[in-house]
């Protein structure tokens, strides 16, 4: 089983970044995906939450809006795309899975209790 997060960056205020995990050694379909990331020194938190399997998205409340997590299950790729970069947004980004979806529409904050697989993380900065 192999998730890999890429597409990370050094990224301008405003700007935007797609992320990807690309998967291997299970069925994209059977499992819900999640985003995740961790500021230095702070707790990881969830953002966003996708069952590839009928294209049901969740998201954290205080992630609405300006990041849209979407799927390829032909590619085996989750995506999350983030917009208007904030420097509050450096982070590194994570995805995981968990098999079925059913734990996505539980708090955000739980989201991160029992995950099957995490990927390696790819660090997004924001700067100027």
């Known amino acids: 089983v192999q998730l890999q997060a890429s597409g990370g960056g050094l990224v301008q205020p405003g700007g935007s970044l797609r992320l990807s995990c690309a998967t291997a050694g299970f069925t994209l379909a059977q499992y819900g995906i999640g985003w995740f990331r961790q500021a230095p020194g702070q707790a990881r938190e969830g953002i966003a939450c996708i069952d590839t399997s009928d294209g049901s998205t969740y998201y954290a409340d205080s992630m609405k809006g300006r990041f849209t997590i979407s799927g390829d299950n032909r590619k085996n790729t989750v995506y999350l795309q983030i917009d208007t970069l904030k420097p509050e947004d450096t982070a590194v980004y994570y995805c995981?899975?968990?098999?079925?979806?059913?734990?996505?529409?539980?708090?955000?904050?739980?989201?991160?209790?029992?995950?099957?697989?995490w990927g390696q993380g790819t660090q997004v900065t924001v700067s100027s």
């Open positions: 995981a899975a968990r098999y079925g979806s059913a734990w996505c529409l539980l708090p955000a904050a739980q989201w991160d209790d029992d995950m099957d697989y």
